[in-house]
């Protein structure tokens, strides 16, 4: 199983990115995806998910209307496409899957069981 994470780099408050996040190894159909990110001295934030179980979308509330995710079912790929980006989003973004659908769009706990390796967004001017 290998999740692969890329897309990420440096950009100035304001601007763009897009990150990927390429699977391989598992039945794509049986998970969600999701993109977490941690910034230094804070916890681990999940920040948006996608299933195609159920066609389900989720978003962290601080992302909500400045990241959209999507999903290649034919490249098993999930993007993150993140816009207006601020300081604050700074951070090690991985993707990971959820079992089945996304535990966040239902208020229930999210079971990682796959990780990608972290791709480095840095927002400064």
């Known amino acids: 199983v290998q999740l692969q994470a890329s897309g990420g780099g440096l950009v100035q408050p304001g601007g763009s990115l897009r990150l990927s996040c390429a699977a391989s190894?598992?039945?794509?159909?049986?998970?969600?995806i999701a993109w977490l990110r941690q910034a230094p001295g804070k916890e681990r934030e999940e920040v948006a998910c996608?299933?195609?179980?159920?066609?389900?979308?989720y978003y962290a509330d601080s992302v909500k209307g400045r990241f959209t995710i999507s999903r290649d079912n034919a490249k098993n790929t999930v993007y993150l496409q993140i816009t207006s980006l601020k300081p604050e989003d700074t951070a090690i973004y991985y993707c990971?899957?959820?079992?089945?659908?996304?535990?966040?769009?239902?208020?229930?706990?999210?079971?990682?069981?796959?990780w990608g390796q972290g791709t480095l967004v840095t927002v400064s001017s």
């Open positions: 996608i299933s195609s179980r159920d066609g389900r979308i």
């Open positions: 190894g598992f039945t794509w159909d049986l998970y969600a």
């Open positions: 990971a899957t959820d079992r089945g659908v996304c535990g966040a769009a239902y208020g229930v706990e999210p079971v990682y069981d796959y």
